[in-house]
């Protein structure tokens, strides 16, 4: 869920999003939240990619919470007046984790979204 403000409508947005990952594996992964403030460029009528930096807490017992650099790829499925829906595929790196280097990997995902126009 999110926050949309259209910086240069049809062209660039800015969107502030936070929400949480349900594990599609047992033990180790566990339950997460991020959080994302992201620069989204148009690429045409329905899609799109974006880059920007983002927050998520540990998604294993033996990994750290910070902060990562984030990068989508997507499509919107609907964009109206009020609201704007999407699917995308989803790459971070953590970027600023203390003592982080040992045990952060890059992660790969595929989510949904759903922003409201401000």
């Known amino acids: 869920m999110g926050l949309l ?5 049809g062209a660039l947005d ?5 929400g949480g990952a349900i594990p599609s594996q ?13 620069l989204n460029l148009h690429l045409g009528e329905s ?7 983002g ?14 650099l984030v990068g989508d790829f ?6 109206n007046y009020s609201s704007a829906g999407s699917i995308f595929a989803e790459a971070r790196v953590p970027s600023s984790t203390p003592t982080a280097s ?3 990997t890059t992660s790969c ?5 759903t922003s409201f126009k401000v």
């Open 55 to 68: 927050y998520s807490t540990k998604e294993q017992a033996t990994r750290l919470s910070g902060f990562d």
């Open 102 to 104: 040992s045990t952060s």
């Open 109 to 113: 995902c595929w989510g949904s979204a």
């Open 14 to 18: 800015l969107i502030v999003r936070a």
């Open 5 to 9: 403000w259209n910086l240069a409508p």
């Open 47 to 53: 899609i799109y990619v974006d880059a920007g930096l």
């Open 74 to 79: 997507g499509v919107n499925i609907f964009n």
């Open 26 to 38: 047992g033990d180790p992964w566990k339950f997460i939240f991020m959080a994302d403030a992201l």
